[in-house]
């Protein structure tokens, strides 16, 4: 089975790709210090936080959406927002950035110099909240909503498409060659669902899962790789075909992380991270948090982000304590760790090293 490995300069939009890989295209800082916070007391939330472009950072906070500098925090620009905006991570674009609610969609001007945020689009709608958006390959800016639909933006001309596919969705949907890819609960049942994206998404087919899905799909080669039901699934994405399933070894709560030849997963409240083939599902590498900290009751807190050099970033809790880390798989290591950081989302790594991350309990900070 091939393997595509993607690209990416820096996480622009919910889990760096549009395949959910969560690369960051970054080489891993060897050590870190808290460079800048913003005290925000509604925090993120349990959304994916925040996103960078060079210089630029932009944030999903409760109630409010943020734009920042990884330099320092002289320049901020925070503006309304309803709270379940912090559900949809922001979409930075040459043309703007991509905040969205379950009442409006806008894009914002990139100028940390004005007051006020300048609005350069902007669509209200009904559809729930957006988890999201995720540029497809023919001009369209597609999410998943909390009402189950799956609405296409137009970028040519911010016309809004959205078609009714299911009761509600909760992650994030993976966008590839045309076709969004998104898990469901339907009564007992989860399905994964693929669907064409254009003026009127269809459903193409989807694909039977034991229970409900807490993992956004990753996209690679075309298969799809979820978890549903306490099983984890590789799909064929032509027919939405079962490749192989197995039993998980706890509660799968955040995405797969695609490193190469296999896929990086959390299954709570083990310690024991492990890294499964993607062609069988055969088990090809492990480390285990609790042997690094010392602490057995340590566990993933985050979706976590891999570097260009293979290190995974991630958030942690212990008995007491929360940490932001990273971890090099290779020589089963914890190259640094932060403590005190309770971590909302998914860390993203600046091309000038900085590392970002929102907070459950307070805006971003930025440690470098």
Request: with cysteine; aromatic share 8%; net charge negative.
């Amino acid at each position: 089975m091939e393997t595509i490995l993607s690209v990416v300069a820096a996480c622009v939009m919910a889990h760096c790709s549009p395949g959910l890989t969560d690369e960051s295209g970054q080489p891993a800082p060897q050590q870190v210090s808290r460079a800048w916070d913003v005290r925000y007391r509604q925090g993120s939330g349990t959304g994916l936080g925040c996103v960078v472009e060079n210089e630029l950072v932009a944030c999903s906070l409760r109630y409010a959406g943020w734009l920042g500098s990884t330099l320092d925090k002289s320049s901020t620009l925070t503006f309304d927002m309803l709270a379940d905006a912090a559900a949809s991570a922001p979409l930075i674009l040459d043309e703007g950035v991509v905040f969205a609610d379950s009442s409006r969609i806008i894009l914002v001007e990139k100028n940390l110099s004005s007051r006020s945020p300048v609005v350069l689009q902007e669509v209200n709608h009904q559809y729930g909240t957006p988890i999201s958006f995720i540029p497809s390959d023919n001009g369209f800016l597609v999410a998943n909503t909390s009402l189950g639909y799956i609405i296409a933006l137009r970028r040519s001309d911010w016309q809004i498409f959205a078609t009714k596919v299911s009761d509600s969705f909760t992650n994030t949907a993976a966008v590839v060659d045309g076709n969004a890819y998104a898990t469901a609960f339907e009564g007992d049942t989860g399905y994964l669902y693929k669907v064409s994206i254009g003026e009127a998404p269809a459903v193409v087919h989807r694909t039977a899962l034991a229970g409900q899905s807490y993992a956004s799909p990753l996209v690679v080669g075309g298969f799809s790789y979820t978890d549903g039901g306490g099983r984890i699934y590789a799909i064929d994405n032509s027919a939405g075909s079962i490749l192989w399933d197995q039993p998980a070894l706890g509660a799968v709560r955040a995405s797969f992380v695609h490193d190469g030849d296999g896929f990086w997963l959390f299954e709570l409240p083990n310690s024991r991270v492990r890294k499964l083939q993607y062609s069988d599902g055969a088990e090809l590498d492990d480390f285990d948090l609790a042997s690094m900290v010392n602490d057995p009751a340590i566990r993933p807190n985050s979706v976590a982000t891999i570097t260009s050099d293979g290190i995974l970033v991630f958030g942690m809790k212990g008995a007491r304590r929360t940490w932001l880390g990273a971890v090099d798989p290779v020589s089963d290591t914890m190259l640094w760790q932060y403590r005190g950081i309770d971590t909302a989302g998914q860390p993203v790594i600046a091309p000038d090293g900085t590392v970002i991350v929102g907070r459950r309990n307070g805006g971003p900070i930025a440690l470098r």
